[in-house]
């Protein structure tokens, strides 16, 4: 019988912003169905004052980081130390600690598949996230490879940087505005980005998704409010099944490598197709 | 009507009830009744036995009550409409090459709710099991409804009937008992078959390829392989067949360690060493060098006009042509589908090997058939689950 209730350890360099919000209800709801609680290290709530990460991760029975809260050498170190340990939305390469991750190519596929073979699109651009970062990568591989498979050229003029940042995005997109750059649909490798993006072409008076078709990768409500058409996972459900990822390594089960959840194309504003 | 699978057999009570039981659930699952009535009608079943069998399925929640019909022609009660409960179960299946092992968490309609995937580095017999294991260990964590079994696809040689995998060189596999050791693992029956008839499987149940009855599915990849699907059912004989000599071998100049071999014209290795002497003969401004070469990229520069990416396209349909054209006039299939990294080459290397088979058998022949190329990279995992759907539900 085991009396003191069992404890999971969330490691997050936020818990407010939507997407760590949303992973943590997810973590949430399953660690209360299954009888355990959670304790949370969010050590970067004021960015400009960041804390050190202080979960002693001895006490816990288990380990909980969100997208890239920790660096690779301590997830590493949790790993060996034998405390059961989970990610999501990261992944260290070439190591088998366990993961729950969103399916970047997929995503991508219906996305390009919605773009250009339903909405007949033609002339793209890609908002670059950091090629340096899994998801930034890996998306901007898959768009290389859904391009061609449409036979559409890929000079390197289209893909702009965006670096996950609103403003490094909407730069990118004015820039090319002032250059008369002609395109009718911009592939945002987040929806931040593209919601940026959108708000630039808007601003110009083009009309969406008549003129310029925007989309983006992932979701949350400010996307929803913006009309944004994109690709996600249920992020809530992304919580909740780390959660049970985690819990059941803490109670005996051998688990290593990475889970890939499917993601959902969400058409907010349909395209005429042409 | 749905017709019984092996109406000639005799049976015993209990198989008598299983194949009963069967045939209702696959009329539901297929659109073709809704209701008891109906059932006893497209089954051939005595009402009381239909009723019997619902109320069983409905208890084990693979069956709902779905309301109330429209009543008959002739007025009278408004029938209890019964509907297929997809998400009453989980499945797996898991896909495993030289390199990785890959399973799907799927409900019985075939989506997939979350995959799992281990890289194997080079892993040989026990090991590979245990990176199986690695892979079901994480599924199992993600279950949503009860699990109701496990298919795997493996390459090489396999006894499906007893699950066994009688030989898989590069994994060290020799008879090893994989349905076995994983059942006694995990307690739910295992499902053991290779994986190009399950790729044909999977393209048959899941695929978009509409009415038939058999299909072959050509796997293009690393090697060559045939996967059919005989009278709705994975024929157990489907595998790599790139060790047979192709009878037409003036094409192209072979590999000096080719001895004809079909793996040696179509398989990757050669395929890549094929395009970077083409790219040297021709010129090319669309391909990149062999290391990041892909099957995409030929297509594309193909469809872009790229010399060296059409004359391999010619060349590959031309010796592709031998394998349609057996298969064809040995089989004569319903459909042909072209499958694996190869499929990404796209419609024209299809078009032109359609023409090209044309030559080699009767045209009247080819005409019988349909084609088309399957691109899901999924076709492995989704076979592997049907087949377990086939096995254990006699669905699909």
Same mark, same amino acid.
């Given at each position: 019988?085991?009396?003191?209730?069992?404890?999971?350890?969330?490691?997050?360099?936020?818990?407010?912003?939507?997407?760590?919000?949303?992973?943590?209800? $997810?973590?949430?709801?399953?660690?209360?169905?299954?009888?355990?609680?959670?304790?949370?290290?969010?050590?970067?709530?004021?960015?400009?004052?960041?804390?050190?990460?202080?979960?002693?991760?001895?006490?816990?029975?288990?380990?909980?980081?969100?997208?890239?809260?920790?660096?690779?050498?301590?997830?590493?170190?949790?790993?060996?130390?034998?405390?059961?340990?989970?990610?999501?939305?990261?992944?260290?390469?070439?190591?088998?600690?366990?993961?729950?991750?969103?399916?970047?190519?997929?995503?991508?596929?219906?996305?390009?598949?919605?773009?250009?073979?339903?909405?007949?699109?033609?002339?793209?651009?890609?908002?670059? $996230?950091?090629?340096?970062?899994? +998801?930034?990568?890996?998306?901007?591989?898959?768009?290389?490879?859904?391009?061609?498979?449409?036979?559409?050229?890929?000079? +390197?003029?289209?893909?702009?940087? $965006? +670096?996950?940042?609103?403003?490094?995005?909407?730069?990118?997109?004015?820039?090319?505005?002032?250059?008369?750059?002609?395109?009718?649909?911009?592939?945002?490798?987040?929806?931040?980005?593209?919601?940026?993006?959108?708000?630039?072409?808007?601003?110009?008076?083009?009309?969406?998704?008549?003129?310029?078709?925007?989309?983006?990768?992932?979701?949350?409500?400010?996307?929803?409010?913006?009309?944004?058409?994109?690709?996600?996972?249920?992020?809530?459900?992304?919580?909740?099944?780390?959660?049970?990822?985690?819990?059941?390594?803490?109670?005996?089960?051998?688990?290593?490598?990475?889970?890939?959840?499917?993601?959902?194309?969400?058409?907010?504003?349909?395209?005429?197709?042409? | 009507?749905?017709?019984?699978?092996?109406?000639?057999?005799?049976?015993?009570?209990? %198989?008598?009830?299983?194949?009963?039981?069967?045939?209702?659930?696959?009329?539901?699952?297929?659109?073709?009744?809704?209701?008891?009535?109906?059932?006893?009608?497209?089954?051939?079943?005595?009402?009381?036995?239909?009723?019997?069998?619902?109320?069983?399925?409905?208890?084990?929640?693979?069956?709902?009550?779905?309301?109330?019909?429209?009543?008959?022609?002739?007025?009278?009660?408004?029938?209890?409409?019964?509907?297929?409960?997809?998400?009453?179960?989980?499945?797996?299946?898991?896909?495993?090459?030289?390199?990785?092992?890959?399973?799907?968490?799927?409900?019985?309609?075939?989506?997939?709710?979350?995959?799992? %995937?281990?890289?194997?580095?080079?892993? %040989?017999?026990?090991?590979?099991?245990?990176?199986?294991?690695?892979?079901?260990?994480?599924?199992?964590?993600?279950?949503?409804?009860?699990?109701?079994?496990?298919? !795997?696809?493996?390459?090489?040689?396999?006894?499906?009937?007893?699950?066994?995998?009688?030989?898989?060189?590069?994994?060290?596999?020799?008879?090893?008992?994989?349905?076995?050791?994983?059942?006694?693992?995990?307690?739910?029956?295992?499902?053991?078959?290779?994986?190009?008839?399950?790729?044909?499987?999977?393209?048959?149940?899941?695929?978009?390829?509409?009415?038939?009855?058999?299909?072959?599915?050509?796997?293009?990849?690393?090697?060559?392989?045939?996967?059919?699907?005989?009278?709705?059912?994975?024929?157990?004989?489907?595998?790599? !067949?790139?060790?047979?000599?192709?009878?037409?071998?003036?094409?192209?100049?072979?590999?000096?360690?080719?001895?004809?071999?079909?793996?040696?014209?179509?398989?990757?290795?050669?395929?890549?060493?094929?395009?970077?002497?083409?790219?040297?003969?021709?010129?090319?401004?669309?391909?990149?060098?062999?290391?990041?070469?892909?099957?995409?990229?030929?297509?594309?520069?193909?469809?872009?006009?790229?010399?060296?990416?059409?004359?391999?396209?010619?060349?590959?349909?031309?010796?592709?042509?031998?394998?349609?054209?057996?298969?064809?006039?040995?089989?004569?299939?319903?459909?042909?589908?072209?499958?694996?990294?190869?499929?990404?080459?796209?419609?024209?290397?299809?078009?032109?090997?359609?023409?090209?088979?044309?030559?080699?058998?009767?045209?009247?022949?080819?005409?019988?058939?349909?084609?088309?190329?399957?691109?899901?990279?999924?076709?492995?995992?989704?076979?592997?689950?049907? %087949?377990?759907?086939?096995?254990?539900?006699?669905?699909?």
């Amino acid at each position: 019988m085991n009396a003191k209730p069992r404890t999971l350890g969330i490691i997050t360099n936020n818990q407010h912003n939507v997407f760590q919000r949303n992973v943590l209800a $997810g973590v949430r709801e399953v660690a209360a169905q299954r009888g355990y609680t959670v304790a949370i290290d969010s050590y970067a709530e004021d960015p400009a004052r960041p804390q050190p990460i202080t979960l002693d991760y001895h006490a816990v029975d288990g380990v909980l980081v969100i997208a890239n809260a920790a660096p690779n050498d301590l997830l590493q170190a949790i790993y060996e130390s034998g405390t059961p340990i989970s990610l999501v939305s990261h992944h260290v390469p070439g190591s088998s600690i366990p993961a729950v991750i969103t399916d970047n190519a997929q995503g991508i596929t219906e996305m390009v598949r919605y773009v250009v073979g339903e909405c007949g699109r033609r002339s793209l651009i890609f908002v670059r $996230g950091l090629p340096d970062q899994r +998801d930034g990568f890996e998306r901007e591989n898959a768009f290389r490879r859904e391009l061609m498979r449409y036979n559409l050229p890929l000079p +390197d003029d289209r893909f702009v940087p $965006g +670096d996950f940042s609103p403003t490094v995005a909407a730069r990118s997109i004015q820039r090319l505005l002032d250059n008369g750059t002609a395109f009718d649909a911009i592939v945002s490798a987040d929806y931040l980005m593209g919601i940026a993006a959108a708000e630039t072409l808007r601003a110009t008076g083009l009309r969406l998704p008549d003129d310029v078709l925007v989309v983006g990768f992932g979701d949350a409500p400010e996307a929803e409010a913006a009309g944004l058409t994109t690709v996600a996972a249920d992020v809530v459900e992304q919580g909740r099944r780390a959660a049970r990822q985690l819990i059941s390594q803490i109670e005996g089960q051998r688990i290593s490598g990475v889970t890939v959840l499917s993601v959902r194309l969400i058409v907010r504003a349909p395209c005429d197709p042409r | 009507m749905v017709k019984a699978r092996h109406p000639s057999d005799k049976a015993t009570h209990s %198989q008598l009830k299983r194949h009963n039981r069967e045939l209702v659930l696959r009329a539901i699952y297929h659109g073709i009744a809704d209701n008891r009535a109906a059932l006893a009608q497209e089954t051939g079943l005595a009402k009381p036995t239909v009723s019997e069998l619902v109320a069983e399925l409905i208890d084990e929640g693979l069956l709902a009550e779905n309301g109330h019909g429209p009543s008959g022609e002739g007025g009278g009660k408004r029938p209890r409409l019964v509907k297929f409960v997809p998400t009453a179960r989980n499945v797996i299946g898991i896909s495993l090459s030289e390199e990785r092992a890959e399973g799907a968490l799927a409900f019985l309609d075939g989506r997939i709710v979350a995959r799992h %995937q281990v890289e194997l580095h080079g892993a %040989q017999g026990d090991d590979v099991i245990a990176r199986l294991a690695d892979v079901i260990n994480g599924l199992l964590a993600q279950l949503d409804a009860p699990l109701l079994c496990i298919g !795997i696809g493996v390459p090489g040689v396999v006894n499906s009937d007893r699950g066994i995998v009688s030989h898989t060189a590069r994994l060290g596999w020799y008879n090893v008992p994989l349905a076995s050791i994983l059942s006694e693992l995990y307690s739910v029956p295992v499902y053991v078959a290779n994986n190009t008839e399950l790729a044909a499987l999977g393209q048959f149940v899941f695929g978009p390829a509409g009415e038939m009855d058999s299909l072959a599915t050509v796997l293009v990849g690393g090697g060559v392989g045939v996967g059919m699907v005989v009278n709705g059912t994975a024929y157990h004989g489907g595998r790599e !067949i790139g060790y047979l000599r192709v009878a037409d071998q003036s094409l192209v100049d072979a590999p000096p360690d080719s001895e004809g071999r079909l793996e040696t014209f179509l398989g990757w290795h050669y395929v890549r060493q094929r395009a970077a002497a083409l790219c040297r003969a021709y010129g090319s401004d669309l391909l990149p060098g062999p290391d990041e070469l892909t099957y995409l990229h030929l297509g594309y520069a193909a469809a872009n006009g790229d010399p060296a990416a059409l004359a391999l396209q010619d060349e590959l349909s031309r010796y592709l042509a031998q394998v349609f054209a057996w298969i064809i006039g040995l089989l004569r299939p319903d459909h042909i589908s072209l499958a694996g990294p190869m499929a990404d080459y796209g419609e024209p290397l299809l078009a032109q090997t359609i023409a090209y088979t044309q030559e080699l058998i009767l045209p009247d022949l080819v005409e019988e058939v349909t084609f088309s190329l399957a691109e899901s990279a999924n076709l492995i995992l989704m076979g592997a689950i049907a %087949q377990a759907l086939q096995y254990e539900l006699g669905l699909a």
